[in-house]
């Protein structure tokens, strides 16, 4: 079994900065890229930035400048900070996890549970 956990989500006021972090636990044997979504009231879920296991990263356009992920192989974690927060922002946000587990080649893509950003105006 596979867990990813977030925490770090909250309510904020524009401008602000909060860091969201996404642990993955479990018979885990490599994790391929790990990346955030949000999903806002009445919207589709969206990408907001993906890191590889080599450290590449792309970023949605709407957050570029603004949002950094980050991503700490040991302790299989990956982060996401964010700053210059805005309205526009506010959103559930999702970790993913492209990995592999024990006695599988397979490499199938894990969700966390989804923490809540709220950005007051």
């Known amino acids: 079994q596979v867990q990813l956990v977030e925490s770090g989500g909250g309510l904020v006021q524009a401008g602000g900065s909060l860091r969201l972090s996404c642990a993955a636990s479990?018979?885990?044997?490599?994790?391929?890229?790990m990346s955030w979504y949000r999903q806002g009231p009445g919207k589709q879920r969206e990408l907001v930035a993906t890191?590889?296991?080599?450290?590449?990263?792309n970023y949605a356009d709407s957050v570029k400048g603004r949002f950094t992920i980050s991503r700490d192989n040991a302790k299989n974690t990956v982060y996401l900070q964010m700053n210059s927060l805005k309205p526009e922002d506010t959103a559930v946000y999702y970790c993913?996890?492209?990995?592999?587990?024990?006695?599988?080649?397979?490499?199938?893509?894990?969700w966390g549970q989804g923490t809540q950003v709220t950005v007051s105006s």
């Open positions: 890191i590889t296991n080599d450290g590449r990263t």
């Open positions: 479990g018979n885990i044997v490599s994790i391929n890229a």
């Open positions: 993913g996890a492209d990995l592999t587990v024990r006695y599988s080649t397979v490499i199938r893509r894990y």
